[in-house]
Each structure stands twice: as C-alpha cells, then as structure tokens.
C-alpha cells in the first residue's frame, strides 16, 4: 500500500523506533511529515509484501498482501492497535500459490479481502473474512471457468453489502469480473467493458459509498494503447462513464477513491517516453484531468488513493531515481497536488508503497515493501500533519 490516536503518540512514542523525513509542503498543509512504523515479517529470508490497507480508527486498521514460503506465495495479513503492528493468522485456499490483492473494513469486527489462488491449471478468485478474531475462507464464484479469475480489490459499506472487482480470461483476452457480497453469498454480476470484442479490459479498484453507488477504475486495450477506464453501480446495474487519457500513449488508472456520489479521485499512470504521475476528479458528472506533480525526469508509478474529504486525498506509488525504486506520496488539499519528501529504509534498493488509507484530513497510512538486500520486507507509513491551532483567532466574514 498510517495511524495513530494522536499526534503527540505519532510523534512520542513511535519516534525512537522509525525513520523520518521531513516533507516539504506548503504552509497549512494537512500532512507534513512520515515516519516508518516496524512491521512483521513471515520469514526472515523470504519475500513479504503488502498490497493493501484499510483502517477504520486511527486504532483499527488491516494490511494484506502475501509472503514467500519458500515454495509457494501465501496469504498475509497484519493488525494495527493503534501502537504496533501485528501478524494474524491467515488461511490460504490451497496449498499452492496464494495472494491477497485487496481488503476493506466496516470495523473491528468485520473485514474482506480478496484476491486469488493457484488452482492447479488456472488461477481462482479468492476472499477471506475477518470476523474479530480468525480469518475464514468464503466461497467466491469465477465468471471465466477453466481460464484465470482475479479478484483486484474490493470495496464494503456495511457487514451485508461489498462489491468486489477484477478481471478474467475468456480464452481470447482478459475481461471485466465483478461480484457483490449479501452477508452470506458471492454472486456474479453483469459487468461491461470499454474496449472489445477480443481486446484486454480489467478493474483494478472499486469504491463504494452506499449499496447504489459504487464506482470502479481500470484500464483497457483500445488496438493501439491502454486507455483509462471507469464504471459507476447503482445498485442493480454498471454503467459505463467517459474517462479522459493523457496523449496518445498508453494511460492506467491502479487506484481510486470515493467520498461522495459527487467526488471521486482516480489515479495511476501514463505514459509520455517515461511513466508520469495521472489524477483525474469526478465531480458528480464528468472526469477531469487533474496537474500532478513527478519527482525527476524518470518513470513515476502511482498504485494507489485514498480520500477522506474533498480537501484531502493522498496517493502513493514509486519513482525510479536511476538506480532503484523510491518511495513516493503526493496529497491533495483541494486545490492541487503537492510532492511529499518520504523515508526509504531500503537503501539504494527497491522500496515501495502500494496502498494507502486516511482516517482524518491529518491521519493516514501507507503499506508497501522494500528490499533489505536479501529479500522483499513489509513496510508501514505514519503519514500526519499537526493539528489546527486551537487558540487562532476566528476570522469573521
């Protein structure tokens, strides 16, 4: 892909155990500085890594994403207290390779990821559900037998309504899949594409604000180039919706977030000779493209949004400093898109961040992986602003 109660606790306790930059922001910005918090890892020469984070208190969140074995990827997961971060015990579906690309929580007591395992011939969709205290592997239904489902993200608004999506093959390209969650079921649903017959379409991020409104980003294959995709749900049926793309060269949209039917962020990547840094807004009506900023004149790769307001988005991925992989953040304070300095633990080695989650306008937390020179760690990002000045005199219109 952080958090914790306050920002005396942020910047106290877990200051003597993380590794901090300072980030260069604008005067009355929201967030302004990131701290690495400490994290689990499965095997101590193995690969781990987390793709996705969802929190629901500045004390509640889960991080997942899959750790090497030695054989086989596995099902990974880790819980945030409000003080550490902690490994849970996961279930896989099989015994061969298993990965968790996605996970959402409505609270303490109630979580689903999703994501997909090694099924012998063919990959499988896959879901898991946290019930407070053990994960349990649910039922998912693939819309493509005998070829490759994934389930890419998923999105929930209460413990009886969450919308999944991914993609399948359907023996001649790779297709849209989507599928909602009643309480009990997985069950498929109609789910078009934006480019075809016979041309690549996938989902790779879905929001949802209430059961009648769900939006989901992607990407397609138009014959020449990928080109942005978006769908909203209300309720019975996706509809697709215009999105805009960047030249004529290939665009990806990896994340998205909604906070309203009125306000959306989608975000990702396109391509003008290096990867450049892509946002677009959706105001209730239309997509539009929004200025972001890049570090360098080298390839800038966005994974991932998470909003909590309309004046605070932030969005995490990875830039390429000519040798490896850095760390990257930019937020949004509802008018433009700032640059933040953040930490890399693995030196001149890849580090990354895939997935983000706010619980404030001042409170977020990133979740990726960096490389400590013999194998792929887990990594975890305060990211906080100081909170407003309580004793600043009110202005009066």
């Excluded at 260069?24 to 781990?48: E, H, K, L, R």
């Excluded at 929001?207 to 749900?233: E, K, N, P």
């Excluded at 995490?316 to 992989?325: F, L, P, R």
């Excluded at 001149?348 to 619980?359: F, I």
């Amino acid at each position: 892909m952080r958090i914790l109660k306050t920002r005396a606790v942020v910047t106290g306790a877990l200051a003597a155990l993380a590794v901090s930059a300072v980030m260069v922001v604008p005067t009355g910005a929201a967030i302004d500085s990131a701290v690495v918090v400490p994290t689990p890892n499965t095997a101590a020469d193995q690969g781990n890594y987390l793709e996705s984070v969802s929190c629901v208190s500045a004390s509640f969140c889960v991080a997942v994403g899959t750790y090497s074995n030695g054989v086989d990827d596995q099902n990974l997961a880790l819980v945030w207290n409000g003080s550490t971060w902690a490994s849970q015990t996961t279930p896989n579906v099989w015994i061969q390779s298993n990965k968790l690309y996605g996970v959402s929580c409505v609270s303490a007591s109630f979580c689903v990821a999703v994501g997909r395992f090694d099924a012998g011939s063919n990959f499988e969709t896959s879901a898991l559900h946290w019930d407070g205290s053990v994960w349990t592997v649910e039922t998912t239904p693939n819309a493509f037998a005998g070829n490759d489902n994934f389930l890419r993200a998923v999105s929930c608004v209460s413990t009886s309504y969450c919308l999944a999506v991914g993609n399948g093959y359907d023996g001649a390209s790779d297709q849209n899949l989507s599928m909602v969650w009643n309480g009990s079921d997985w069950t498929l649903q109609a789910t078009p594409n934006s480019f075809g017959p016979g041309q690549d379409n996938g989902l790779y991020d879905v929001s949802c604000v209430s059961t009648s409104f769900c939006v989901a980003a992607g990407d397609g294959y138009d014959g020449t180039a990928r080109r942005t995709t978006a769908m909203v749900w209300n309720g019975s049926t996706w509809m697709l919706q215009s999105t805009p793309n960047v030249g004529a060269g290939s665009n990806y949209l990896n994340g998205l977030s909604c906070v309203s039917t009125s306000f959306c962020v989608a975000v990702g990547e396109a391509m003008s000779g290096d990867y450049r840094t892509l946002a677009m807004v959706w105001d209730g009506s239309t997509w539009t493209l929004q200025s972001t900023p890049n570090v360098g004149t080298a390839s800038n790769y966005v994974n991932h949004v998470s909003c909590h307001s309309t004046s605070l988005c932030v969005m995490v991925g990875e830039y390429a400093d000519g040798s490896s992989g850095q760390t990257m953040a930019v937020a949004w304070d509802g008018s433009a898109w700032t640059l933040l300095a953040t930490p890399n633990p693995g030196a001149g080695l890849e580090n990354s961040l895939d997935a983000a989650a706010c619980v404030s306008d001042r409170q977020c937390v990133a979740v990726g992986y960096f490389e400590n020179g013999t194998a792929a760690r887990t990594l975890a990002m305060a990211l906080t602003g100081p909170e407003p000045d309580a004793g600043a005199p009110a202005t009066i219109a």
